[in-house]
T-cell receptor, first 113, second 114 residues
Framework: QKEVEQDPGPLSVPEGAIVSLNCTYS??????FMWYRQYSRKGPELLMY????GNKEDGRFTAQVDKSSKYISLFIRDSQPSDSATYLC?????????????FGGGTRVLVKP | EPEVTQTPSHQVTQMGQEVILRCVPI?????FYWYRQILGQKVEFLVS????????KSEIFDDQFSVERPDGSNFTLKIRSTKLEDSAMYFC????????????FGEGSRLTVL
């Protein structure tokens, strides 16, 4: 079983729709969970960061973590064409700084005008 | 806005040659990282560096790889004898070391080994 699994997509939605992304993981030691956005030929950019289980909201973005199910989600409300990118989940077991992040393979999202 | 800068953006080399990839992290950051992404695959951790020494490395980071902070601003990744399978995008990242875990990534250096 892969340590972090993520549907590669592509996920195509009309502008204004809700985008729903998720990752599953197998390592119960993971405590810090992140979502990164990566545009073509660019480096990953941090969108959301959560610790342990629970929800976190930031503008149009909501991140959810369910440690009991080893399942994390990212929701993007009122999606825009500029949201078209690859979304990567990442997680770590200790204080994220100074320790390695384990990434999912990324989900490609296309928001059509 | 401060950013992580990487050079070169693309390097083509022959198998067996040495390659040095350079990074200038954000100036007040304390932790430095190299990650790589083989085309179509996941972003993979290579190494983290703090206080002038390696704090963690992956099994990918074997004796062919080394990192160095030769001065107060640059952070380099050296591959001593490149292999075909080293072809990838290499990302440098840095962070303040705070628990927020926000890693700022550079735009990457694409390495092509022929």
């Amino acid at each position: 079983q892969k340590e972090v699994e993520q549907d590669p997509g592509p996920l195509s939605v009309p502008e204004g729709a809700i985008v729903s992304l998720n990752c599953t993981y197998s390592n119960s030691a993971f405590q810090y969970f992140m979502w990164y956005r990566q545009y073509s030929r660019k480096g990953p950019e941090l969108l959301m960061y959560t610790y342990s289980s629970g929800n976190k909201e930031d503008g149009r973005f909501t991140a959810q973590v369910d440690k009991s199910s080893k399942y994390i989600s990212l929701f993007i409300r009122d999606s825009q064409p500029s949201d078209s990118a690859t979304y990567l989940c990442a997680m770590s077991g200790n204080k994220a700084a100074g320790n390695k992040l384990t990434f999912g393979g990324g989900t490609r999202v296309l928001v059509k005008p | 806005e401060p950013e992580v800068t990487q050079t070169p953006s693309h390097q083509v080399t022959q198998m067996g040659q040495e390659v040095i990839l350079r990074c200038v992290p954000i100036s007040n950051h304390l932790y430095f990282y190299w990650y790589r992404q083989i085309l179509g695959q996941k972003v993979e951790f290579l190494v983290s560096f703090y206080n002038n020494e390696i704090s963690e490395k992956s099994e990918i980071f074997d004796d062919q790889f080394s990192v160095e902070r030769p001065d107060g601003s640059n952070f380099t990744l050296k591959i001593r004898s490149t292999k075909l399978e080293d072809s990838a995008m290499y990302f440098c990242a840095s962070s303040t070391g705070g628990w927020t875990g926000e890693l700022f990534f550079g735009e990457g250096s694409r390495l092509t080994v022929l």
